[in-house]
């Protein structure tokens, strides 16, 4: 069973840069694409990034293109979202995902198997 938790979330102000951590245990990580969600209060979960298990092709919503940078470390089983010029607009919890179909990321969120419990993102103006 893999499990996946996330770490890295906090109250930041508005242009800071923040690091979000996700390891994978259970399996073998390079096995998986990974990707991060999020939800704001009131709003549905929308992917924020992902990326399969080559690393290469990654994918981003259009709102952080530029700003956020997610990658992987599978020796250590982790993966990052690495989040520049933060602005209130990304406060949301985020969750990391894994899954063994990179698409499903895209075109079928609600089919990735295994999700974290989330981590708290706050971004004051």
């Known amino acids: 069973q893999v499990q996946l938790v996330e770490s890295g979330g906090g109250l930041v102000q508005a242009g800071d840069s923040l690091r979000l951590s996700c390891s994978l245990s259970g399996r073998t990580s390079s096995d998986y694409a990974m990707g991060w969600f999020r939800q704001a209060p009131g709003k549905e979960r929308e992917i924020v990034a992902a990326?399969?298990?080559?690393?290469?092709?990654?994918y981003y919503k259009d709102s952080v293109e530029g700003r956020f940078t997610i990658f992987r470390e599978d020796a250590k089983s982790m993966v990052y979202l690495h989040m520049t010029s933060l602005k209130p607009d990304d406060t949301a919890v985020y969750y990391c995902a894994a899954d063994p179909d990179y698409w499903n990321f895209i075109r079928r969120p609600e089919t990735i198997r295994y999700w974290g419990q989330g981590t708290q993102v706050t971004v004051s103006s």
């Open positions: 990326i399969p298990w080559s690393g290469s092709n990654t």
